[in-house]
């Protein structure tokens, strides 16, 4: 894919972010980060992308542990919002349930 | 390339296509509490979909180191995730942001060793993100490992800040990017890449160590875009849009959370940066002995806050290192029996990172729509009997409001003050992480409970329920 495309995408991408996140409420911040972390764990892609063409025990190594680290980020970021999400509970809901 | 390759490129692209229409439409469900666990689990079949993509092609190959990052990776993660204690929740975001821009780091430096074994340096609209990416990478890396040490408290949570600090960070981004420059100039050289990395790594350290506890949620936030932004530069480099979009979606939806955080507090980002809550709080300790303070005991609380019409409880770190919101919780649910009103004040920054006081209460079961946000709230406190904080401190501080001079002045906060009577539940004399001291405390209306905030409110509902 020749730069511009790919800047061209940048640029569009950077507007889609903005837009995405705009008006968020206090009470979802934590979550929201913590969903857009496990997200940029996408660069995981990047090690599995180099890993079949370098050479060499040492750019191996160094591409294994990018692998691991990209894994930690995704696997536990969206684990992690899970947990704080599965918490939110609308107001009412929990007691009314308790005392039927 | 051979027969073997039997996934067309195209199929690759659209699946992408589909990965990014996931993540987009997840995060969008992330910002309604209703859709929100939808929305996250929506991101994650997308990223599940990117990946599949990625394995499927055709240049991709080395199958089983990837199983076995994947698998080292994962075996870390799940634990890590599943144990957590809510209240370490900042510490392990910043943990998981951390090992993502390492992974950032990582690859740039293969994919520059790959170059120079393969001839030399690559053409400069791969080398400049290559470059980028090694930069903000470790910066975030080394950054991130520090915020998680203060937050955990293996370093110490007061700023610490070396004589000419800001003179020595930008000596060490000077360095950075200078090597940068002469490799882009057509140096090739692996040391002066490796120069790069270390330089950014000990920019990432000098950078957040002087950072105040007070400002971390922001730190956090501004981490998480510069991962986002070095993942899209990577992106560039090694021509994947995946990676492009997946990162550039969260460089910018960071900077906008970061820049709600410090809206917040009525700070530019560049004037937290600058060297933050730092030295400027060095009359905290005369004026603890000049004035006095009212300290009161669980069963004067009790009855105040029984016979109070409406409650507002305003809580911060202190509860959260308490792990205090459950007994908060029964509190308030014994006094809305005898008919109180009960609200919460959430501060944007209360705690260590934002929505964190919200993460705590929601675990406790408490409905996240009785927890009113600081705009909602502050209009109530004249009409409120007692305002009980429990273990918050600079987000209270009139001095915000009142005092030109303090470090804090003009950041919004909650009244309290303004509330018949005030309760501050504390562990101790100590200002707060920010090292500011706390007028509110010395005001008239102000009693303050010492003690540990889960233990003192258990004696609180203890009294309530003998009344």
Redesign the interface.
Same mark, same amino acid.
């Given at each position: 894919?020749d730069?511009l495309t790919?800047?061209t995408?940048?640029i569009l991408?950077?507007?889609?972010?903005?837009e995405?996140?705009?008006?968020?409420?206090?009470? #979802?911040?934590?979550?929201?980060?913590?969903? *857009?972390?496990?997200?940029? !764990?996408?660069? +995981?892609?990047?090690?599995?992308? %180099?890993?079949?063409?370098?050479?060499?025990f040492?750019?191996?190594l160094? #591409?294994?542990?990018?692998?691991?680290?990209? *894994?930690?980020?995704?696997? !536990?970021?969206? +684990?992690?919002?899970?947990?704080? %999400?599965?918490?939110?509970?609308?107001?009412?809901?929990?007691q009314e349930a308790e005392e039927k | 390339m051979t027969r073997l390759a039997a996934v067309d490129f195209d199929v690759i692209r659209s699946l992408y296509i589909v990965a990014f229409a996931l993540f987009i439409l997840g995060l969008r469900l992330v910002t309604h509490p209703r859709t929100a666990r939808r929305g996250n689990l929506i991101a994650a079949i997308g990223m599940a979909v990117a990946l599949v993509a990625t394995l499927l092609i055709d240049t991709v190959g080395d199958y089983g180191l990837i199983a076995l990052g994947i698998a080292v990776g994962t075996a870390v993660g799940i634990p890590a995730a599943r144990n957590v204690k809510m209240t370490a929740m900042p510490q392990m975001v910043a943990l998981f942001n951390g090992v993502g821009g390492g992974a950032v780091a990582l690859i740039s430096w293969a994919d520059y060793r790959h170059a120079l074994a393969g001839g030399g340096n690559p053409p400069l609209e791969t080398l400049i993100p290559i470059l980028f990416a090694a930069i903000i990478g470790s910066v975030s890396f080394w950054g991130s490992n520090i915020a998680f040490g203060k937050l955990q408290e293996v370093i110490p949570g007061r700023p610490i800040q070396l004589p000419g600090q800001r003179f020595i960070n930008i000596g060490l981004l000077a360095l950075a990017v200078g090597c940068a420059v002469a490799i882009a100039a057509g140096t090739e050289s692996q040391p002066l890449f490796i120069l790069i990395l270390v330089s950014a790594a000990v920019l990432g350290n000098m950078f957040v160590l002087p950072i105040g506890g007070a400002d971390m949620p922001v730190v956090i936030s501004l981490l998480n875009a510069f991962t986002g932004l070095s993942a899209a530069a990577a992106g560039i480099a090694l021509d994947n849009v995946a990676l492009i979009v997946g990162g550039i979606i969260v460089g910018a939806s960071g900077s906008i959370l970061t820049n709600l955080m410090a809206e917040a507090m009525n700070r530019s980002i560049g004037n937290i940066f600058a060297g933050g809550f730092g030295g400027v709080t060095i009359t905290a300790g005369d004026r603890e002995e000049a004035k006095p303070v009212r300290s009161t005991d669980p069963s004067d609380v009790a009855i105040q806050l029984a016979y109070a019409r409406k409650v507002v409880v305003a809580p911060g770190y202190g509860m959260a290192v308490a792990q205090a919101q459950h007994t908060v919780k029964e509190l308030a649910a014994e006094l809305e029996k005898r008919g109180i009103e009960v609200d919460y004040a959430i501060h944007p920054v209360a705690g260590r990172m934002p929505g964190h006081m919200n993460v705590l209460l929601a675990e406790a079961d408490v409905p996240y729509d009785s927890l009113k946000e600081m705009d909602e709230i502050n209009p109530e406190f004249p009409q409120t009997d007692v305002a009980l904080v429990i273990g918050a401190n600079d987000v209270t501080n009139p001095a915000a409001r009142e005092q030109s001079d303090s470090p804090i002045y003009g950041m919004p906060i909650l009244d309290v003050d303004k509330a018949g009577a005030v309760v501050v539940l504390k562990r101790s004399m100590n200002t707060g992480f920010a090292g500011i001291d706390n007028p509110l405390f010395y005001k008239d209306n102000t009693a303050l409970l010492f003690g540990d905030a889960k233990d003192s409110v258990q004696k609180v509902l203890k009294e309530v329920e003998e009344l």
């Open positions: 894919m730069l790919e800047l995408i940048l991408g950077a507007f889609v972010g903005f995405v996140i705009s008006k968020i409420p206090n009470t #979802l911040h934590t979550p929201l980060m913590s969903a *857009t972390n496990a997200i940029h !764990g996408i660069v +995981l892609l990047g090690g599995i992308l %180099l890993i079949g063409e370098v050479s060499g040492v750019n191996k160094i #591409l294994v542990i990018a692998i691991a680290f990209g *894994t930690i980020n995704v696997v !536990g970021g969206f +684990l992690v919002t899970d947990r704080m %999400l599965e918490m939110f509970k609308a107001r009412g809901r929990p | -």
